[in-house]
């Protein structure tokens, strides 16, 4: 693509354009739970990890500048091991510090694809009763669903490529890229890791 990313095939979003997005998704997050949360009673953020650090940290800093009280808790989980394809089989790693029984809360996802992850973490924490359950995501990649599932609050559409950047790694790599980028299937089909 260029000398700045060799790997890539193709920039599918840059920095500027994902912050400007991120700053009209708090918008719409903020008109939705204006009223809804207090001081007292603050949205809360499940950020699903590795992923979705870089997204949860900018999207919670455009709500606070909206002045929408939020409280954040992490949950890591892994259906990849490693691939560019889930395997369908998710497994909790961390678990919330924190219980979410009668707060609003919402699932802040890097990348939502075949809807595993996500349907898997639903159906847990609907057992915990919170007061709601809604899920944002930074990229939906539709075409990829083996679950239906409809994410509430959405930044992009996703190519149905496999894209790294801004959080989002292929084997633990890539995570800390500016922009978003389509990597070059010649990076994961055969080369080994230690190549990359």
């Not at 790693?93 to 609003?104: S, V, W």
């Amino acid at each position: 693509m260029s000398a700045k990313y060799p790997f890539a095939k193709s920039l599918v979003f840059d920095e500027p354009t994902i912050q400007r997005r991120i700053v009209e998704l708090s918008g719409d997050i903020h008109r939705h739970y204006s009223g809804l949360v207090t001081e007292t009673s603050p949205l809360v953020l499940v950020v699903v990890l590795n992923g979705a650090f870089m997204f949860a940290a900018d999207l919670a800093r455009a709500l606070a500048d909206r002045k929408l009280p939020v409280r954040m808790d992490f949950i890591c989980v892994s259906s990849y091991q490693g691939g560019t394809h889930t395997t369908g089989e998710v497994r909790m790693l961390l678990d919330l510090r924190r219980g979410i029984q009668g707060q609003h809360v919402l699932m802040i996802e890097d990348i939502v694809d075949s809807a595993h992850t996500l349907d898997f973490l639903l159906k847990l924490f609907m057992t915990r009763s919170p007061a709601s359950l809604k899920m944002a995501s930074l990229l939906d990649k539709k075409a990829a669903r083996r679950i239906p599932l409809r994410v509430d609050f959405v930044c992009f559409d996703c190519p149905p490529e496999f894209v790294i950047g801004y959080g989002l790694d292929f084997a633990e790599r890539f995570r800390e890229l500016r922009d978003i980028v389509v990597l070059k299937p010649e990076y994961y089909m055969k080369a080994p890791a230690a190549k990359l």
